[in-house]
């Protein structure tokens, strides 16, 4: 019989958190505590499932326009101009996907072509090196580094820009480092980009989750020549705690929205309606449920920055997210090691930060998606086990 | 600081008091002494359980009872709310608008004492016209906790 496979998908291997999560599994035992899950740990706001409801006992459970719910659309327009200072036509420059994950695939695919390259920061999220290389693009990799906070330089870029080079990916607040871009250390890389031709893929999924200030993380589109640059993807699964209705959008110019809304049209259809008109009550009343889990999650991080710094073990003060991303290099142990051992020794799952690309190595994506009282007992099992470690 | 204190302090009562300089990110002095000053200014007025007794199979029968007062010359509706709070039955008792003056929560061992400590001590109080007893025939959700059910992450472990 003939090999039914495709190559290029045959030759990813599988996300590394995966393994991860099947050992944990395996394990199944009551007493393991998890600092691994990258999603909030509160329920969708009531009002926004009261919508939801609503949706379905009114029957509303029929297709919307491919591109999502027009009044939908508006609203995100108007929350992007709100809170990132950036306009964009809801006609024809956003596109409704199903979460953030979908916008990055139809955005890639819609862009490269076979044999153009793609820069990838890492650490970052799993699933753009693979979505790069299933639309036959070539991912290449920059190592970012501790010192720098995992921030982006100018200097780096440069240094990976070849003349195949046409997409940048930019995904800040980052999973798993925490790390934010501030609006200087983005108008350096926005020079690099326009000097050279290039594109922006944003991922800002964790926009909201910004410590830094008040407000949601500075958006590269809103910096001068960036927007017609720029694809903006972001979503309600991190800010609004809405992981499971799958609701995200992109943002752009209109000549890539037009070709990612065909592979979305032919791939996928729409959105589920039901997750759409939630959506919207989100944008519409949902703000301050955003800012009382920021402040939330603030209060944990600042926590366990606290106990890394008490501990020993050097953490740097992310901003973003809800993921801390200590360091353990002087342990002697590889992230692996460290994690299994952990798991094994204390009954505590992080995941290690090789997960999310080689420059992860020795360190741990410590999610902070945790009550206090959870995250009181996991830090008590770390110091434990870095007592018998020592 | 007090009302980030405060917040903090309303849903997690038992958190150390070093977690707690953390969480705010403040100087632990700091935070003792401004949580020492508000339970001395009774802006803190004390940490309570909150406790489903049902579980551990204890019988307790709880009763909200609403009450009509004349109040009193001068001292108004305070005087007769001290002559009531001051039984230790008593866990609760509020001056509100509407139908009556007070709702009074009783915490019994049982409907019978709650009905004793109705019909012997509470009614016959002078300047008490009526009451009504309501008893509580299951709790759902009490002082923004949900009583019933376990507390379960629904997440998957890892994503």
Known sequence: MRNPLN??????????IRKFFDMVAEMDDPDVLSLGVGEPDFDTPWHIRGVGINTLTEGKTFYTSNAGLMELRKEISKYMAKRYDVEYDPASE???TVGG??????CIRAMLDPGDEMIIPEPCFVSYKPCAVFAGAKPVVIDLKAENEFRLTPEELEAAITPKTKLVLLTYPNNPTGAVMRKEDLEKIA??????DLFVLSDEIYSELNYASDGPSTSIASLPGMRERTVVINGFSKAFAMTGWRMGWAAGPSAVIKQMMKIHQFAIMCPPTMSQYASIEALRNGLDDVTYMKNEYNGRRKFLLKRFAEMGIPCFNAQGAFYLFPCIKKFGMSSDEFAEKLLAEQKLAVVPGSAFGRSGEGFLRISYAYSLKSLEKSMDRIEKFIANHS | MRERILTVLEKNARIKIDDLAGVLGEDLDKVKEEVNNMENEKVICGYHTIINWDKCGM???D??????????KGTGFDQMAERIYQYPEVSSIFLISGSCDFIVFIEGKSMREVAMFVSEKLSPLDGVLSTTTQFILKKYKQDGFMVEGPERDKRTEIS
Do not use: M, N, R, W
């Not at chain 1, 190559?7 to 590394?16: F, K, N, R």
């Not at chain 2, 009763?63 to 009193?72: D, G, H, N, R, S």
């Open chain 1, 191 to 196: 020079k690099v980009i326009i000097d050279h």
């Open chain 2, 63 to 72: 009763a909200f009872i609403e009450v009509k007062v004349t109040p009193q």
């Open chain 2, 59 to 61: 019988e307790k029968a």
């Open chain 1, 94 to 96: 956003v596109l409704i």
């Open chain 1, 7 to 16: 190559s290029y998908i045959e030759a990813v291997p599988p996300s590394g």
């Open chain 1, 101 to 106: 994950s979908e916008g990055i695939d139809a």
